[in-house]
């Protein structure tokens, strides 16, 4: 049986698949792209039905095409975004395949390239750039047994308040899928319970500019690591509603009991650790922090932007916070979902090869792993802050996309000694 040959072989068409394949046709690199369901299949699929992009469409999206029919400064909803990628995958007509998964792919043995075993057949790639996401796996903290009487759900499977049985919800996890979930399950006439652990919560505006905009101007997106102890600070930001800043406070004074760090569960009952206020303390130091860098910088640069003093007023600490549940009894609070809001996990079971260090995280600087030949792009913080957002990624694709056209030169070049080995 005949081989299919590919010089560079992406798996997955998200968005980082579809920025990947722009960057190696600008390289003139041959390549096909291997998705196993749909092009941003994710966006359709893997979000709930009223999420709209937590950025602006003047922002969240690639440099070379702008969003049709949606104000710049409007949140695109998931499905338009997930169009956005089917018309960029037509307007740079890139070879993507729809409907094959990627089994395993390993190392030839003694020559250059991987063999790649397919749902429809073997490919032989000389490189393989592994665009499968930072979001895959949904992951829930293994606290509460699944023979417990009460629902549970990740986010990722979360679509609609409809969808849950009646009665109340405990949310866990603060990040923008929690605080989004929340406050939806909130304004659908719930009671909801919503366990806050560390967070950073820019406003979504100040001074006339969102906040995408200040963390460009201040070049926060280009930071290129996580600060150390920082890694479980999650960021809550919406675009939901128009997009407003998220403040756990109003959510509060609307009527959701905010609790601290979901730490235990044990006969029915969840047990909150004693942190909600500092946790609230450190997301509003983040806030007021962005308020000074974004005066400081108008400052320096005499920005002519309207003040907003308003911003700077954090009304009272609600009593959930001043005088924090630390218990919940699940049953008697009318309690029948839980909502784990509590983020994802990578996979790359399928990528047999030596770039993964001992905790499974693959091996990379920018994406270019320690095995040659095996790229990754779409990992959290792989260059920058920015580095998993519509925009971050395509700058990354660009990046391993020239790495990959460096090496071809190397691989083409001939010494003259080459060449009389040819001809003779
Ligand atoms: C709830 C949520 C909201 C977000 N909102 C925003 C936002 O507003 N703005 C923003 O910039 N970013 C946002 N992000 C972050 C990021 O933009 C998205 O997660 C985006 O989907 C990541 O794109 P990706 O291409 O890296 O991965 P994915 O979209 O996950 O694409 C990977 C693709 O690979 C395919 N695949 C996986 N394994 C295989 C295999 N073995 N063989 C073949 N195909 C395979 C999958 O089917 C999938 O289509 C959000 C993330 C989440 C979770």
């Known amino acids: 049986m005949s081989v299919e040959k590919v010089d560079t072989l992406v798996v997955g068409a998200g968005q980082a698949g579809i920025a990947m394949s722009e960057h190696l046709t600008n390289n003139g690199v041959s390549h096909l ?7 941003a299949e994710r966006w359709r699929t893997g979000r709930w039905d009223s999420l709209v992009a937590n950025g602006p469409a003047w922002h969240d999206r690639f440099p070379n ?31 993507v395949r729809c409907g094959v998964e990627v089994l395993s792919a390993k190392r030839n043995e003694g020559r250059a390239g991987f063999v790649v075993k397919t749902s429809d057949g073997t490919i032989e790639a000389r490189n393989i750039v592994a665009a499968t996401g930072a979001f ?5 903290p293994p606290l509460v047994p699944e023979s417990a009487d009460i629902t549970q759900i990740h986010s990722f499977n979360y679509r609609n308040p409809d969808q849950l049985p009646d009665g109340a919800v405990l949310v866990v996890g603060a990040g923008s899928s929690g605080a ?6 909130m304004r659908s006439g719930r009671k909801v319970y919503l366990s806050v652990g560390p967070h950073d919560r820019p406003p979504r505006s100040y001074r006339g500019r969102d906040f995408v905009w200040w963390l460009g101007v201040l070049g926060l997106w280009d930071v290129a690591a996580m600060k150390p102890g920082t890694e479980h600070v999650t960021i809550s930001v919406s675009g939901a509603y128009g997009g407003k800043t998220i403040d756990f406070r109003n959510l509060a004074s609307e009527g959701m009991t905010l609790v601290g760090m979901t730490q235990s569960y044990e006969d029915g009952t969840m047990h909150f650790a004693p942190d909600l206020a500092q946790n609230i303390a450190a997301g509003d130091a983040n806030y007021l922090s962005m308020l000074k860098m974004a005066d400081a910088y108008i400052d320096r640069n005499g920005l002519d932007l309207p003040e907003e003093p308003a911003a700077w007023d954090l009304g009272p600490a609600p009593e959930c916070v001043t005088t ?16 784990w809001a509590t983020g994802f996990s990578q996979d790359f079971d399928w990528l047999e090869v030596d770039a993964f260090d001992d905790a499974g995280k693959p091996r990379h600087q920018r994406g270019v792993s320690s095995e040659p030949g095996i790229y990754f792009l779409g990992l959290p913080w792989q260059s ?3 580095s998993t957002f519509i925009w971050g990624v395509w700058h990354d694709a660009k990046h391993v996309a020239d790495h990959i056209a460096t090496q071809r030169i190397y691989l083409s070049y001939r010494s003259p000694a080459d060449c009389e080995k040819t001809d003779a």
Do not use: N, W
Request: hydrophobic share 40%; glycine share 6%; net charge negative.
């Open 33 to 39: 792209v291997l998705e196993r369901e749909r092009i």
């Open 65 to 95: 095409q702008e969003f049709k029919g949606v104000d710049p400064d409007g949140f695109p909803d998931k499905e338009c975004v997930a169009d956005y990628f089917v018309d960029y995958v037509k307007m740079i007509d890139a070879p």
């Open 136 to 140: 895959q796996h949904p992951v829930i």
């Open 180 to 185: 989004q979930i929340a406050d939806e399950l």
């Open 324 to 339: 924090p549940m630390l218990d919940l009894d699940l049953a008697k609070a009318g309690v029948s979902t839980i909502l």
């Open 384 to 386: 920058r802050r920015g």
